[in-house]
């Protein structure tokens, strides 16, 4: 993109040092140093935002959401948030390119590490004063559009909170007050489980079977070369599906009426779970090596805590909880027969959210991911979290995107970045018409994924095959009542 002119305006909270006494510092659990990822992500406006009063309510909504101007600070083995003194950077900048997808300057994330890792009792404060927010405000005059761009290093937060914070920053900027509660810090506050460790027999099992992405570690030039290979031999994929298309999937996984590995009860299919479950078994119809089990990345937001604890325990944060209130959920490995059911494979995702999303079972992560996370982000290595026959699911379907149109009535809303073996599901965006104007896409998903290129048109032509066929749903759906049909004989031969 050709930029014409820009400027930067640093922000920072109304009445900022007291607000920072408040709310820093916060210790930073090891789940919480996330050293190789950023939460990339734009928004886009049909005419132009008003840059003063962008600016003054961006400093409204950092007042409400201090936490996004944290800087990063390390101390031997401690690490925390603290307060930053130059606030969040802001990029005003114009441009004759369109703005059909415009990141910020994405964050480079292990380089914040780098800029930090030093001994601060003998740093001077530009040593550390890093911000971990950019934001990039664009305005194109041939199209007279807007954009917001948003890069920040995931050690601030998961996207949860940027979905929270640009809905606020939205109603400021109508001169409304934030739709959400304000946020809370328990995450870093509150005690954390008992740390639990990988030698006792029973922890290693568990880990085995809930975690197993902690045990492959890599050292970073490792890791980057093996991301590399895996990003170069795979070709990403946009999909955007209605919400009747949605509902007509569901439909479809619904229709298997049992567990998807030992008959039981279930709960109704997720409209992301029917996206995710349709994609695998497409993409299994294409594989030579198939996928059998689903990775879904959930948050620990409002799980029920028990009755039974007591001071000292570890409780789930709230839904306002600030900090990577996120974790890991597999299926089990589902047989090649399973694997090709859109209802096995959605009934097994859901099963497993379920399960993972109790207080136990939530507990434990943490306690077993807390050792593990602090040790390599001291050592700076990154767990490999993508195989073959594994797909991971990181779905934010149930963020309400409809609220950060900053008046405008509609925004398009993109987000960047992409790692192997992850599928990326949102809400889906505004439709740009051929005569300029947009249209709302009701409770519609868009999704991301990475698919081999060798593969890549035709699974294309597949999903167009299923999707624009005049025969749909009913194509999908008889395919759908084989593959059951396949499952039931396969375990018959059991």
């Known amino acids: ?157 998961d996207g949860h909170l940027v979905m929270h914070f640009l809905g606020a920053w939205s109603q400021y900027y109508q001169g409304k007050e934030p739709l959400f509660g304000r946020p809370t810090y328990e995450k870093y506050r509150n005690p954390h489980p008992p740390a639990e460790y990988t030698n006792n027999p029973e922890t290693h099992d568990f880990a085995t079977r809930h975690l197993p992405h902690l045990k492959e570690i890599h050292p970073p030039d490792q890791y980057a070369e093996m991301e590399k290979v895996a990003s170069d031999s795979t070709t990403l994929v946009e999909l955007l599906f209605s919400a009747h298309q949605l509902e007509r999937l569901r439909t479809i996984a619904d229709s298997w009426v049992g567990d998807s590995v030992n008959g039981g009860s279930r709960s109704r299919t997720a409209p992301q779970d029917a996206l995710g479950a349709y994609f695998i078994a497409t993409m299994n119809r294409c594989l030579e090596v198939p996928i059998t089990r689903v990775m879904n990345t959930v948050t620990s937001r409002g799980i029920k805590n028990p009755d039974y604890l007591k001071p000292g325990d570890w409780r789930a944060p709230g839904h306002f909880a600030t900090g990577n209130n996120i974790y890991q959920v597999y299926t089990p490995t589902l047989s090649i027969e399973e694997a090709s059911s859109i209802g096995a494979v959605a009934a097994a995702i859901r099963k497993s959210v379920n399960e993972a999303r109790q207080y136990e079972h939530a507990k434990r992560v943490f306690a077993i991911s807390e050792p593990i996370s602090a040790r390599l982000a001291r050592e700076k290595t990154f767990y490999k979290g993508w195989d073959d026959g594994l797909f991971c699911i990181n779905a934010m379907g149930r963020s309400d995107g409809s609220i950060l149109h900053f008046g405008f009535g509609n925004v398009r809303m993109a987000t960047y970045g992409s790692w192997p073996g992850i599928l990326r599901c949102f809400p889906a965006p505004s439709v740009l018409q051929l005569d300029g104007s947009w249209i709302w896409n009701g409770d519609g998903l868009i999704m991301w994924a990475p698919v081999p290129t060798k593969i890549h048109d035709r699974f294309l032509a597949m999903v167009a095959s299923d999707l624009n066929s005049n025969a749909f749903p009913v194509n999908i759906a008889t395919r759908e009542m084989e593959a059951q049909e396949k499952i039931r004989r396969a375990r018959a031969r059991l």
């Not at 400027?7 to 607000?19: K, Q, R, Y």
């Open 1 to 157: 993109m050709q930029v014409d002119t820009f400027n930067t305006v640093w922000v920072a909270p109304h009445d900022a040092d007291s607000v920072y006494a408040k709310v820093f510092p916060l210790p930073l659990p090891g789940t919480d140093r996330v050293m190789n990822m950023a939460v990339n992500a734009s928004l886009i406006f049909p005419g132009r935002l008003d840059d003063e009063r962008l600016i003054a309510t961006f400093r409204d909504s950092l007042t409400y959401y201090p936490h996004f101007t944290a800087r990063l600070n390390i101390k031997g083995d401690d690490w925390w948030l603290g307060a930053g003194k130059r606030g969040i950077p802001i990029r005003l900048q114009t441009t004759d390119d369109p703005l059909n997808h415009h990141p910020t300057f994405a964050l480079a994330p292990t380089q914040i590490i780098d800029q930090v890792s030093v001994d601060l009792s003998g740093a001077s404060e530009p040593d550390w004063d890093e911000p971990m927010l950019q934001i990039t405000v664009t305005y194109c005059p041939r199209t007279n559009e807007s954009a917001i761009g948003w890069s920040h290093n995931h050690i601030l937060g």
